[in-house]
């Protein structure tokens, strides 16, 4: 069978839009795309629909700029969704049709595609190339870059407990700098308002490195009971660990604002062993397909009955 999506490279902005025309045109009736935004330098933001039904969850990749291994995961998974519904094959032991039947799953790939062409290309394709040099102290490396174009952490950017989010270099950074307040930037306010625009029963973020879940954020009650259920399900799936946070976890990131204010479960995915701060290996992709290629059908299927 001949695949649109080649995860086996180094995978670009431009591939991911020739990547979603092909999709869009191979399967018309299942696959709704949208362009919910765009970053600073004008790249468009897409999330992808896949499915029929009413109840919704959310799954986004690359928040952070060198971490765009996610994004070839997530469009795999679109890709690979979309031939079992059209073939009516199921997945691990999952009836892809039946589900996407009565559920959607939206997928922003690349929440932060800026970032990810100046890890990828370097600075030379920006339009502030001088500042950002001066940010990466000079070098002309920026594998180990995490933040967008302006310097700002996007995964530091929601408001959840944004004024006491820790360790935060108060300036532009490669890094951990939240910005100048919450949702500054544009790609994170498109996410914010795209989530705020739906009502998803669940949402992920997949990031990179550490084969780890985080799950619980500061919820209690019902939502913790949901969350810890479903955080099991994924780590059964994938065999990556639970973080339990501390009584005072560092907030800002879009999963914990999800748990936060929508009061629904959110996770945050890091696939990949740990490799430091630089982009997975490509050869890892294998082992992180075979890991979580049955998460997002998984939680769509969680989603059919609420919660």
Known sequence: MDRIVNPKQVYTYEQLVKDITKLKQKFPDLIQVEVIGHSIENRKLYALKLGKGDREIFINGAHHAREWL??????????????????????????????????SIWFVPMVNPDGVALVQ????????????????????????????????DLNRQYPADWENIQNDPGKPASAMYKGPSPLSEPETKSIYDFTIAHNFELAVAYHSSG???FWKYRSNGDLLRQSK?????ISKKTGYSLIFPGPNPSGGGFTDWFLDSLKKPGFTIEISPLVGPRPVPISFF????????EVGIMLAKEAVNPF
Do not use: C, P, R
């Not at 073939?87 to 039947?101: A, C, M, P, R």
């Not at 940010?135 to 700002?152: E, P, T, Y």
């Not at 294998?286 to 290629?293: G, P, Q, T």
């Open 70 to 103: 996610t994004t070839a995961l997530l469009m795999v998974m679109v890709e690979t969704y979309s031939e079992a519904f059209k073939n009516n094959q199921k997945i691990g032991g999952f009836d892809v049709k039946e589900i996407l039947s009565k559920t």
């Open 211 to 213: 084969e780890e879940i």
């Open 121 to 152: 290309n370097g600075e030379q394709t920006m339009s502030n190339a001088n500042q950002l040099l001066e940010l990466n102290n000079g070098s002309k490396d920026f594998s180990s870059w995490k933040a967008n174009i302006h310097g700002v």
């Open 229 to 233: 259920k479903i955080a099991d399900m």
């Open 286 to 293: 294998d082992k992180i397909w075979n890991e979580n290629k």
